[in-house]
Antibody, heavy 117, light 107 residues
Framework: EVQLVESGGGLVQPGGSLRLSCAAS????????MHWVRQAPGKGLVWVSR????????SYADSVKGRFTISRDNAKNTLYLQMNSLRAEDTAVYYC??????????WGQGTLVTVSS | DIQMTQSPSSLSASVGDRVTITCQAS??????LNWYQQKPGKAPKLLIY???NLETGVPSRFSGSGSGTDFTFTISSLQPEDIATYYC?????????FGQGTKLEIK
């Protein structure tokens, strides 16, 4: 069974940092591109970042470019999102999602990031 | 960026009704259009990929159609368990973009 389990969310002050993790199991993690998608409270889905299967190519939404870094460790079957210089508008549930031929066929349960003083 | 205009933003219908949601892209996205269902407090779930393909295990009352810029999502006979918010998504180009969502309620 495919499983994606996010962790690392929490309360952080503006300007602070957090690193999210997404542990993958039940499939060959190193074969898939992966994404982070976020959802602010009561709002819609917003794409954050994408990484290819071997980690050599990454892309970011303009709103997080220069502040967030996506990475992966295929030996540990884990996806990461390093978030620096956090702002109140980064408050959201963050989901990792598996990319299969340009659609997300599996999602994690999400981890909540709250940026507040 | 490709803008996805989804309508309506909310919809109230009765059990057994046929429900239709539309999604319009700001430019041609071929058939790179997907539909997701999200129930409160849960992660989104893929229902339709590549505009018209039903994901494995998804009931056949769900369907999708369209290509280019105009797409339609249909529930042929609304069931109580279909209460959720539905999102379209384009993945023709980065950034991936979503419609604003359609909140479906039972009348």
């Amino acid at each position: 069974e495919v499983q994606l389990v996010e962790s690392g969310g929490g309360l952080v002050q503006p300007g602070g940092s957090l690193r999210l993790s997404c542990a993958a199991s039940g499939f060959t993690f190193s074969s898939y591109w992966m994404h982070w998608v976020r959802q602010a409270p009561g709002k819609g889905l917003v794409w954050v970042s994408r990484i290819n299967s071997d980690g050599s190519s990454t892309s970011y939404a303009d709103s997080v470019k220069g502040r967030f870094t996506i990475s992966r460790d295929n030996a540990k079957n884990t996806l990461y999102l390093q978030m620096n210089s956090l702002r109140a508008e980064d408050t959201a549930v963050y989901y990792c999602a598996r990319d299969w031929r340009r659609y997300y066929d599996s999602w994690g349960q999400g981890t909540l990031v709250t940026v507040s003083s | 960026d490709i803008q996805m205009t989804q309508s309506p933003s909310s919809l109230s219908a009765s059990v057994g009704d046929r429900v239709t949601i539309t999604c319009q892209a700001s430019q041609d996205i071929s058939n790179y259009l997907n539909w997701y269902q999200q129930k409160p407090g849960k992660a989104p779930k893929l229902l339709i990929y590549d505009a018209s393909n039903l994901e494995t295990g998804v009931p056949s009352r769900f369907s999708g159609s369209g290509s280019g810029t105009d797409f339609t999502f249909t529930i042929s006979s609304l069931q109580p368990e279909d209460i959720a918010t539905y999102y379209c998504q384009q993945y023709d180009n980065l950034p991936v973009t979503f419609g604003q969502g359609t909140k479906l309620e039972i009348k």
